[in-house]
């Protein structure tokens, strides 16, 4: 008589089918056809136009859904600006109460919800009911509890307004959730377009916000293909758009919006590395790989598709990975046994294909178990490329498939240099024994998110976002909530030069010592001619003449000469930010940094009364005013150095055995086109914060008042600032703003300017989609609070988010 183990060995698999009945009773009973949800209540599509929707495991249609026209996105903007002053003032209170309830109703109605997502979507239903609902519960009730905080913690933050939000098919009602739930908490209202292929769960949701009675307008669901989307973007009343999709796509959406003054954020593409190092557990590597890339049939976009193994270990865990694909199910999504379900569309299908057989006539060896495909359905089989070059296509180009390649590497330098090898930074996973490894391996890996011994594990409580063309901005965490939110506007107060120009109207005159105060300092006696100085650009530590030769006169405040600067050109930007890109500034520790920033405070202080003349002489401004300048800077200067080593991470509540580590980094190479005005503390107060967190910074001074600007330069070189990490340009900006905005080493620009210029850098930007932050000249002051403080080191930094699980 055969053991019992025996018998383990043999047994087939049976099926265990979950019952969708309610859900395709749901399906006909609200369709076939499906309109939007606009202003609380179900409404045709303006041009009367449907398309299809399909079960990806059979090619059986579910229902028809409606195509969003530009006029269905205007009622949609229109009923969701109508209201959001009153969701607005509802209060953090209220809000959250309403978030709490979608958090429980979703619970309450979360196997309908499974089993929609998985006829609509193709992925296994252990998924959608495991891991996809409990994390959309978990948003909503995270975010209810943010919304109960605002009042408190973002108390000099206001909503956006409308929020425009645009999601993808591979997790359709958890990207929902991503998106609205901060919205939502932080008092805006929402405009949603789910992905054509997979609007059903979207829909239902729609129906949720009924049932719990949720204002009219405060969510509103135009479906629709990427027209839709791309009226939305368009839309003049959307003061956000959140983007979740290809980087293609994303790039148009920086170009589309670019000047318009709407707020984006995107969660583009990736090409995540899965690093493997030799005292690795092999057994648990393998199940990881299996959740890094079979996972949602690989169509995630931080999918561990690239596997680098140490070289002493790689035949072994290729060994094993092609074990182990030989155990994985695929089939009917619906089965509780399935491992992997079906690919979302057809076009998709022949993506897939066509890469990997690009990949095999490159030279790859591809690999398949040896089992077969379901016959109907759109299915692709687990599927591990060797042999593999890091500058193959597959290598580099997002599969968004079951489909991982796997290549070696010899030492922990060459590891991160093929991890970094990309130009994504979505996310990546380290496997390792060694923790002081694994966290010196995190900290150089250029991504967003970093799990050690684990991978693909998402909260609400951490955010979760890009690097690189990966996209910018975050969702999930305190960091994603401040994607919906922005300062609240002073009340404008004169400001110094103001003051000035009132006291000159009047006619008035400040009299000093039985003298008009002119402005200017007092002469001596037989004055000699002036020494002849045309301040220069300041590059890699060193003063440099510009490479055009040319040179512009700088007026004071009555139109007089008051000396000339450097006209940069492209040549000048370029050479900045190559000795930018040359500083080992991010890699000094906190401390370090603080301390110069200290010494530049302590410089500038001793030199004030040179500072407060060149003020005066230059603007006009009276003695107080110059005064009060400097005094600013320099306290402007202690309060960044007083930053720099508290500008902490932290550990975020995420309900797993793990430390999840949120780390600040700095951006890397930053442009700042200062604003116009002040001259010194604009300049201090746009600079200094990048650099107190480890960034090397290309500053283009202020058009109209670059001296001094100019004048600091000496003080960065007496305070031990290493070479590159301040560089001054001065010119013309629209000369210079074109090639900062546009070249692909530079992580990150500010500008404090014209809506014009704004709108150029925004567009440029989307070459390499660096981040951006664009304010016109008006609405802040730059001598009070909102001239400093978390917001400007929120814009110089970036999180990344650490999983270290603990426990046997």
């Known amino acids: ?413 060459e590891a991160v240099a093929l991890a970094n090898n990309t130009r994504y930074g979505l996310a990546a996973s380290v496997w390792t024994e060694n923790v002081n490894l694994a966290l010196d391996i995190a900290s150089q890996i250029k991504a967003g998110t970093v799990w050690i011994n684990c991978t693909n594990v998402f909260d609400a409580a951490s955010g979760f976002g890009g690097y690189r063309e990966s996209g910018f901005g975050r969702e999930g965490g305190r960091e994603g909530l401040r994607e919906y939110v922005r300062r609240r506007p002073e009340p404008e107060e004169p400001t110094p030069e103001k003051h000035a120009e009132t006291a000159e109207d009047d006619g008035r005159e400040d009299v000093r010592d039985g003298r008009e105060d002119t402005g200017e300092t007092a002469p001596v006696a037989a004055p000699l001619p002036a020494i002849d100085r045309t301040a220069k650009l300041y590059i890699g530590g060193r003063q440099a003449r510009p490479d055009g030769g040319y040179s512009l006169e700088v007026l004071d405040h009555r139109g007089r000469a008051a000396g000339d600067v450097a006209r940069g050109n492209r040549k000048d930007a370029r050479n900045a930010v190559e000795a930018a890109l040359a500083t080992g500034w991010a890699r000094t520790t906190a401390h370090l940094r603080a301390q110069i920033l200290y010494y530049l405070g302590e410089n500038l202080d001793a030199r004030r009364g040179a500072f407060e003349d060149r003020l005066r002489t230059l603007t006009g401004c009276d003695a107080e005013a110059a005064r009060r300048e400097v005094e600013a800077s320099v306290g402007r200067l202690f309060t960044y150095a007083a930053w720099a080593d508290k500008w902490d991470g932290a550990v975020h509540r995420t309900p797993f055995r793990n430390v999840t580590l949120a780390m600040p980094e700095p951006l890397g190479v930053m442009a700042v086109v200062c604003p116009p005005e002040p001259g010194l503390l604009g300049f201090i107060s746009t600079v200094i914060p990048p650099v107190a967190l480890g960034n090397s910074v290309v500053a283009v001074a202020s058009e109209r008042w670059p001296l001094p600007a100019t004048d600091f330069q000496q003080v960065i070189e007496t305070s031990d600032v290493p070479p590159g990490v301040i560089n001054i340009l001065t010119g013309l900006e629209e000369e210079v703003r074109p090639t900062l905005a546009g070249h692909d080493a530079v992580d990150g620009m500010w500008y404090f300017g014209t809506e014009e210029g704004s709108a150029d850098v925004e567009r440029r930007s989307a070459a390499n989609l660096k981040r951006t932050w664009t304010e016109t000249v008006h609405g802040r002051d730059w001598f009070g609070s909102g001239g400093e403080g978390r917001e400007f080191l929120r814009h110089a930094s970036q999180i990344k988010n650490i999983w270290v699980p603990y426990g046997e």
């Not at 609200?30 to 609380?40: A, K, L, S, T």
């Not at 991503?178 to 805006?188: M, Q, V």
């Not at 694909?325 to 066509?354: F, H």
């Not at 990949?359 to 077969?372: K, M, T």
Request: hydrophobic share 45%; with cysteine; glycine share 10%.
């Open 1 to 413: 008589m055969p053991k019992i183990a025996e018998l383990f060995e043999t047994m087939e698999y049976g099926p265990a089918p979950e019952a969708a009945d309610e859900a395709r009773a749901w399906i006909a009973e609200r369709g076939p056809r499906f309109g939007h949800y606009i202003g609380g209540a179900w409404c045709e599509p303006a041009d009367g136009e449907f398309f299809a929707t399909l079960d990806p495991s059979n090619e059986q249609q579910l229902g028809e859904i409606a195509q969003g026209s530009p006029g269905d996105v205007d009622r949609a903007v229109a009923a969701a600006r109508a209201v959001q002053a009153a969701w607005r003032d509802l209060g953090g209170h209220g809000r959250a109460r309403y978030l709490y309830a979608l958090a429980r109703h979703l619970q309450k109605r979360s196997r309908l919800f499974a089993t929609l997502e998985t006829l609509d979507n193709g992925k296994p239903i252990r998924e959608s009911r495991d891991i996809d609902i409990p994390l959309v519960a978990r948003h909503f009730y995270h975010h209810a509890g943010w919304a109960q905080l605002m009042d408190a913690e973002l108390a000099d933050c206001e909503p956006l307004g409308v929020a425009g939000q645009i999601i993808p098919w591979n997790f359709p009602l958890l990207m929902l959730a991503w998106k609205i739930a901060p919205a939502l908490a932080t008092g805006n209202t929402v405009v949603l377009k789910p992905a054509e292929f997979t609007s059903l769960t979207a829909l239902r949701f729609a129906e949720l916000c009924r049932e719990v009675d949720l204002p009219p307008g405060v969510v509103n669901i135009v479906t629709g293909d990427g027209r839709t989307g791309a009226a939305i973007v368009e839309h003049p009343d959307v003061d956000k758009i959140a983007f979740t999709g290809s980087t293609e796509v994303g790039r148009l959406i920086r170009e589309a919006t670019a000047g318009t003054g709407k707020k984006i954020s995107l969660e583009l593409g990736g090409k995540s590395p899965f690093l493997v190092f030799d005292d690795a557990d092999l057994d648990s590597v393998v199940e990881g790989v299996v959740d890094a890339i079979w996972f949602n049939q690989g169509q995630v976009c931080c999918a561990g598709s690239r596997i680098l193994a140490h070289e002493g270990i790689a035949d072994a865990l290729a060994d094993r990975l092609r074990a182990r694909m030989e155990t994985l199910r695929m089939g009917a999504p619906l089965d509780k046994g399935i491992d992997i379900g079906a690919i979302i569309a057809p076009v998709q299908l022949q993506k897939i294909e066509s890469l990997v057989e690009e990949g095999r006539e490159e030279g790859a060896a591809i690999w398949q178990p040896s089992w077969s495909v379901p016959k109907d359905g759109w299915f692709y089989p687990p599927t591990l490329c060797t042999d593999v070059s890091p500058a193959a296509r597959i290598a580099q180009v997002e599969i968004f498939g079951p489909v991982v390649v796997q290549m070696t590497f010899r030492t922990p330098a």
